[in-house]
């Protein structure tokens, strides 16, 4: 059974920074990433990163403001967010998947989410 629990999500002003974290109970799946689902909107693409390789890509709305790593040792994802704005407000999912084709369209395993507010 693969778990994927996120932390590191609260409430920050409009501008400031959050650091989100996954860690992976089993680390059987190449590509890791985020998702998030705003109030009334459907769930969306964030990042994603290549657990080997290292690559990476993001949603054209969080470009040169979020970051995605891992590090490998510790079975763990982040997810840098700088320079929030409101329309950042979200929960956000930590995701897995074999490839990054499947990952950006329809992870196969999915964290609870964690809540991320940005007030203006």
């Known amino acids: 059974q693969v778990q994927l629990v996120e932390s590191g999500g609260g409430l920050v002003q409009a501008g400031g920074s959050l650091r989100l974290s996954c860690t992976i109970s089993r680390r059987t799946f190449v590509a890791m990433g985020w998702f998030r689902q705003a109030p009334g909107k459907e769930r969306e693409f964030v990042a994603s990163?290549?657990?080997?390789?290292?690559?990476?890509k993001y949603a054209d709305s969080v470009k040169g403001r979020f970051t995605i790593s891992r590090r490998n040792a510790e079975s763990t994802m982040y997810l840098q967010m700088s320079s929030l704005i409101p329309d950042d407000t979200a929960v956000y999912f930590c995701v897995a998947a074999n490839d990054l084709y499947a990952l950006s369209r329809h992870p196969t395993y999915w964290g609870q989410g964690t809540q991320v507010t940005v007030s203006s």
């Open positions: 990163i290549h657990w080997s390789g290292g690559t990476t």
